[in-house]
Nanobody, 123 residues
């Protein structure tokens, strides 16, 4: 079965950094665009970042642009989200997603989702 498992979440102070990882199994990783979403308490799920299957083209929400970096290692079946200059409003459960079509992924219609990892930014 397909499985996406996030790791790397935790508590960090404003201005700090975290690196999230998402390990995929049960699928041909290089055939899928990958992305990250987040959901804060009382808020709708929000697109964060996405990366195409075999190019370096990436996409970011305005809220994280310039602070977050998405990358992937197809040899390791893993996608990463480097989060720098974290703000309290970045606090959320972060989930990774996989879809063969990046436009579907960005629209929240991903084929597969991970369970999420908690990121808390607080002083």
């Amino acid at each position: 079965q397909v499985q996406l498992v996030e790791s790397g979440g935790g508590l960090v102070q404003p201005g700090g950094s975290l690196r999230l990882s998402c390990a995929a199994s049960g699928l041909t990783f290089s055939n899928y665009a990958m992305g990250w979403f987040r959901q804060a308490p009382g808020k709708e799920r929000e697109f964060v970042a996405a990366i195409r299957r075999t190019t370096t083209i990436t996409y970011y929400s305005d809220a994280v642009k310039g602070r977050f970096t998405i990358s992937r290692d197809n040899a390791k079946n893993t996608v990463y989200l480097q989060m720098d200059s974290l703000k309290t409003e970045d606090t959320a459960v972060y989930s990774c997603a996989a879809d063969a079509v990046i436009t579907d992924l960005r629209a929240g219609r991903s084929d597969y989702w991970g369970p999420g990892t908690q990121v808390t930014v607080s002083s």
